[in-house]
């Protein structure tokens, strides 16, 4: 008996034409769509959140890098959780050397005009600090819950500054070194609440920052609105006399509103948006 494992000849060319429609097809229904246009609320505490959809194929990198272009120039906003096709690029970007080199690409900048300055040194030349993903990290507590593959979790957060564990973004820190060498005082104004002043003052420390001209604590009784809250503390500074050479936050709230600072630098961060 003849066993026959192999179609006829004759057979074979339908078969392969019927094999590549398939692998057309397949091919079709698998290149995901990434939509760009989020037009969720806000995130209010720094958190990042989740999309309706728990799973999602993975986006093109180039589609999330466009995404994550969008997100650092501002122009997309409101938006609230990474979309879930990117959140494997996201979590790779985060630990990987790309934002290593985005962060000291921005602390070079920042070295650079500062050190250009021409300072009075009279201790009134202020440099304005965000803390949360600027002057510390926390993507200790991104990590662990998935980059907004998990909602944000405000027990955890609060768990986690509480904790007083979050490390330093190590640029900045470096920076904060050659503006305090400089002369420049260093002015933290952060959307940490005032009851979270001690572990942020031990954090701070044991990160490496050891002194500040102030550190500003929003007022529990302060709403979520982050831009009148921070330009508020900001023209306080100019009140009382200090000129305000540069301001560095993560988020764009950290930087837009008058008196924004003579120069501002955005602090990469792709996980979540704070209006
Ligand atoms: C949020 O965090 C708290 C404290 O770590 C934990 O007990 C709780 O289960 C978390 N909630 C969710 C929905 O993950
Ligand atoms: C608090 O810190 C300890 C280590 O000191 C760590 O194991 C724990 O996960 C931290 N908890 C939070 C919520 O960050
Ligand atoms: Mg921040």
Partial sequence: MELRLLPRRDALVPLLMLLLLLVVVVHVHATPRLEMVVTSSAASGGGAGTTSRARAAPAPAAACASWRLGVETNNIRGWYGIPAECRGYVSGYMLGEQFRQDCAVVAREAAAYAE???????????????????????????????????PYNATYFDEYVANATAP????????????????????????????????????????????????????????SSVVPYKSGERQKLVDAGYRIVGNMGDQWSDLVGAPEGERTFKVPDPMYYVA
């Fill in 116 to 150: 250009g300055l021409a300072l009075a040194g009279d201790g009134r030349e202020a440099w304005v600090l965000d803390v949360d993903d600027t002057a510390l990290s926390n993507l200790p507590y991104y990590a662990d819950t998935g980059f907004g593959a998990q």
């Fill in 168 to 223: 330093a973004l190590r640029e900045v820190l470096e920076l904060y070194g050659k503006l305090l060498a400089l002369g420049i005082r260093v002015v933290f104004i952060t959307g940490r609440h005032d009851y979270q002043r001690e572990p942020t003052v031990e954090n701070l420390r044991s990160a490496g920052y050891h002194t500040w001209e102030k550190l500003v604590l929003k007022p529990s009784s302060l709403g």
